[in-house]
């Protein structure tokens, strides 16, 4: 089973910006479509953003279009989320996710049953 790894959370401020890794255990992750979702206190996990294998074709959660962005280097086997202008609703633990796809359309990839493998989560807190 693949491992994923997460890093980068922490406490900041509304505006701040964070950047969060992925890691993955194998390469097996290159061929995979990934993504992150996010859980906060008393809600359901919920779809952050996702791409394919190739890191094309982004979908993101309309909160937060405009201000995340997804990204992949594959030679790291590594996956990575800019979240920029950061306000208190983004306050969750943020979770990597391998899809079991290459690709596919949004309405897949935005759902955490097509994938197989989780990281543990890192926490985001944003507060002032």
């Known amino acids: 089973q693949l491992r994923l790894v997460e890093s980068g959370g922490g406490l900041v401020r509304p505006g701040d910006s964070l950047r969060l890794s992925c890691v993955a255990s194998a390469r097996d992750f290159s061929d995979s479509a990934a993504g992150w979702f996010r859980q906060a206190p008393g809600k359901d996990r919920e779809f952050v953003a996702a791409s394919g294998f190739t890191g094309g074709n982004p979908v993101y959660a309309d909160s937060v279009k405009g201000r995340f962005t997804i990204s992949r280097d594959n030679a790291k086997n590594t996956q990575y989320l800019q979240m920029n202008e950061l306000k208190f609703e983004d306050t969750a633990i943020y979770y990597c996710?391998?899809?079991?796809?290459?690709?596919?359309?949004?309405?897949?990839?935005?759902?955490?049953?097509?994938?197989?493998?989780w990281g543990q989560g890192t926490q985001v807190t944003v507060s002032s």
């Open positions: 996710a391998r899809n079991k796809y290459g690709d596919a359309i949004p309405a897949i990839l935005s759902d955490p049953g097509s994938y197989e493998d």
